[in-house]
Nanobody, 115 residues
Framework: QVHLVESGGGLVQAGDSLRLSCAASGDTICISDMGWYRQAPGKERELVATVGSGGATFYVDSVKGRFTISRDNARYTVSLQMNSLKPEDTAVYYC?????????WGRGTQVTVSS
């Protein structure tokens, strides 16, 4: 079992920045890919960005050039630097990891961007 705990959400204005962090504990040997998903009210959860254990990254088109994902393999953490935030970025952001055949999720952190 892997436990993921997010931090760093909040209320900001359009154009501002936020940094989300996620710390993993438990069976961390299982962790391979790590990433962030988000779910806005009334919408399905969507992938935002992922980073592999070797550092390869993926971003959904809507955040390319604005968000940067990074991870610290020694500390089992993953971060999401979010710049130039837009109201449409408002959502609950969930940390995710996969490994040993399982998917693990954090409880989520709210990000609200006002116009």
């Amino acid at each position: 079992q892997v436990h993921l705990v997010e931090s760093g959400g909040g209320l900001v204005q359009a154009g501002d920045s936020l940094r989300l962090s996620c710390a993993a504990s438990g069976d961390t040997i299982c962790i391979s890919d790590m990433g962030w998903y988000r779910q806005a009210p009334g919408k399905e959860r969507e992938l935002v960005a992922t980073v592999g254990s070797g550092g390869a990254t993926f971003y959904v088109d809507s955040v390319k050039g604005r968000f940067t994902i990074s991870r610290d393999n020694a500390r089992y953490t993953v971060s999401l630097q979010m710049n130039s935030l837009k109201p449409e970025d408002t959502a609950v952001y969930y940390c995710h990891s996969e490994g040993c055949g399982y998917n693990f999720w954090g409880r989520g952190t709210q990000v609200t961007v006002s116009s």
